[in-house]
């Protein structure tokens, strides 16, 4: 098993009053899955995303990433989670704009202390596999919107994760671009790759294996996605 | 690292213009010290050169009525004051410290020293036999004083360079004759101030200095100079010591032991007196430092100001890449490595601007030597310092600016657009 929340909490403090987002979520993620998260805005879907993808910790309940007790975790040791085990895309994307698509992909291989060659060679066969092996040394602002996504896919898939966690993937494109993006999703998947993907679309979830639904902090049983 | 570099050069390059007006601070600093520190150098190395002259480490200890040197002319000796014994003189050289000592007298002008009826205008000495060794001087043509001369009383006389041009324009001056006081000497031999020693000329007063002694010297024996001058005239004590760090208390203690001899009555105004050239030397650098104390400081809060300007674009850059940071932090930067991307940048902005203040510095200094006529001598050690000083300023002000984007929350960094 990949990923294994039990009973996840969360509230935040706004001021002195407790908001609670999350209550009592529990998700299991086994290896090769493919699972989309469906909830509209304000459901708690982000703050899920955040604990999956090690950015925050839960207020309580325990959660579990490839084998490793992630709520005791401190600062650094998240990072060295993050950069080990997951792989992000989020919705508008994150590249540096002064960097090359080959050094954005590249980045998270430095920080896993890659010595410079493999680096290069690694993100360069990253970039390969999406399909942007003669825009690597493309600005960002020189590329179009899926282009983007692609090399951010890339730079997710460079650092080899256990876990891909894509915010809203085609939130920020076209439909056309989107359809490629999904098609990318579903080869990495049909390539061993386990994917958990957050969305509001229902044409967008449906690319996954299974669903979830979010509603108010709290999160359904999976569903199987039917073909 | 390497790369934390490259990235910050970059970045620097990005922002030409606000990283080139956060350095100005820095590079008006560094460059104000530079200039300073070199100006004081040159002057400090001349004010030495022109006074002690390199390696010659020789002190004249001379008989002063009170403040001044005195004067010696005809018929005005000084009462109580003898003049000194061969004891006395062996008491000097086994002194400690002492390399040699040489006697002489002297007149600065009114000796009437004539050849072919026109009269010279330099200064004239009675001198001992060790009086061309202390002083450096290397014999050109000639010979020099031997035992016999003074023995048998030979009225000699030799010349150095300048005396030559000045009294022998065209003629060969070895076995000339010169009248001093109607009496003939005959000139065997021309010497010359060896190397070591070669004033810089940059003021008038230099000048001046120079001047004095440029119309040259005649040097007779001491027993020559009795035959003209009279014989009861105390002599001046040229030291020479072993180093230059023992001149001021070899001077001391010779002006001392010459006092307690020589002189009958202690409480009179004269006194042997050593003229401290070191001493001087140090009284004048000690004034420009003083001065040139209260510029470094300004220097320095112009770097402080330089610093702290640093610091404040460096916590404007932390917040306006705040995104960057985060999204960093989320592909797995830990705390130290986003602290060592920005004290880097700092370091890499205050120490370009170090560079371009030494270099600028040294310009300076060069130009300030030009047109005010004053030396310079860039140091090196300066330099050195001055560039570790700028880098540790970036440190220093980075620290703060760095470990606030370290401590960022990547979640509320990714979240701020």
């Known amino acids: 098993m990949i990923l294994n929340m039990e009973h996840i909490c969360k509230s935040y403090y706004r001021g002195k009053n407790e908001v609670p987002v999350l209550h009592d979520v529990s998700l299991r993620v086994e290896e090769g899955d493919y699972l989309a998260i469906m909830g509209p805005s304000g459901s708690g879907k982000t703050t899920l995303m955040n604990l999956i993808g090690c950015l925050d910790k839960p207020s309580s309940g325990s959660y579990h990433l490839a084998g490793e007790d992630v709520s005791v975790k401190k600062d650094n040791a998240l990072a060295e989670l993050r950069n080990k085990y997951i792989g992000f895309v989020f919705q508008s994307f994150y590249l540096l704009p002064k960097m090359s698509a080959l050094e954005n992909v590249a980045l998270p291989l430095m920080y896993a202390g890659v010595p410079k060659k493999e680096r290069v060679d690694r993100a360069r066969e990253a970039l390969c596999s999406v399909g942007l092996e003669d825009r690597m040394k493309f600005l960002p602002n020189q590329l179009s919107g899926g282009q983007c996504q692609r090399i951010a896919i890339a730079r997710a898939m460079a650092g080899r994760p256990t876990l891909l966690l894509a915010d809203e993937p085609t939130g920020a494109l076209d439909t056309a671009s989107g359809e490629q993006i999904m098609e990318l999703f579903s080869k990495i998947n049909a390539g061993g790759g386990t994917i958990v993907m957050i969305t509001h679309e229902p044409s967008i979830a449906a690319h996954a294996k299974t669903i979830c639904h979010i509603r108010d902090g709290r999160l359904s049983a999976p569903e199987e996605v039917r073909l | ?417």
């Open chain 2, 1 to 417: 690292m390497f790369e934390n570099i490259q990235q910050a050069l970059q970045g620097i390059w990005n922002h030409k213009l606000r990283s080139f007006l956060t350095m100005l601070g820095i590079i008006i600093g560094i460059a104000a010290i530079i200039t300073i520190v070199s100006t004081i150098k040159g002057t400090n190395d001349q004010i030495k050169q022109n006074l002690i002259g390199s390696g010659n480490n020789v002190v004249v200890v001379s008989l002063h009525q009170g403040d001044y040197p005195v004067e010696l002319s005809d018929g005005n000796l000084p009462q109580g004051v003898s003049v000194i014994a061969p004891e006395t003189r062996q008491r000097l050289e086994e002194m400690e410290g002492v390399e040699r000592v040489s006697l002489y007298r002297q007149r600065q002008w009114g000796a009437s020293v004539l050849y072919q009826g026109s009269e010279f205008s330099g200064k004239t000495l009675g001198v001992d036999q060790n009086y061309f060794q202390v002083y450096g001087y290397k014999l050109c043509y000639g010979r020099l004083f031997r035992e016999e001369d003074l023995l048998e009383h030979r009225k000699l006389a030799i010349l150095d360079t300048q005396a030559v041009s000045a009294v022998f324009s065209r003629d060969y001056p070895v076995g000339k004759t010169l009248e001093i006081r109607g009496e003939p000497y005959t000139v065997i031999g021309v010497v010359e101030q060896s190397g070591s020693f070669r004033p810089v000329i940059e003021t008038l007063s230099d000048y001046e200095m120079y001047a004095e002694s440029s119309s040259g010297t005649v040097f007779l024996t001491a027993q020559g100079w009795e035959i003209a001058f009279g014989f009861d005239e105390p002599q001046n004590v040229a030291v020479k010591a072993a180093s230059t760090d023992t001149m001021t208390t070899v001077g001391k203690a010779a002006a001392d032991l010459l006092s307690a001899t020589q002189i009958s009555d202690p409480s009179g105004s004269y006194a042997y007196r050593s003229e401290d050239l070191l001493e001087q030397a140090e009284q004048l650098q000690a004034m420009s430092r003083s001065t040139n104390r209260l510029l470094v400081w300004i220097a320095g809060i112009s770097l402080l100001v330089g610093g702290i300007g640093v610091m404040n674009i460096m916590l404007v850059s932390v917040s306006e890449r705040t995104h960057e940071i985060g999204l960093r932090k989320a592909l797995g930067a830990k705390r130290r490595k986003i602290l060592g991307q920005f004290l880097t940048e700092a370091a890499a902005l205050t120490s370009l601007g170090g560079l371009l203040g030494i270099l600028g510095g040294i310009g300076l200094a060069e130009l300030l030597s030009r047109a005010m006529n004053t030396p310079t001598a860039i140091s090196v050690p300066a330099i050195v310092v001055a560039a570790a000083f700028s880098i540790l300023i970036g440190l220093i002000f980075g620290l703060l600016p760095a470990t606030k984007a370290a401590k960022m929350n990547p979640i509320d960094a990714l979240r701020r657009e």
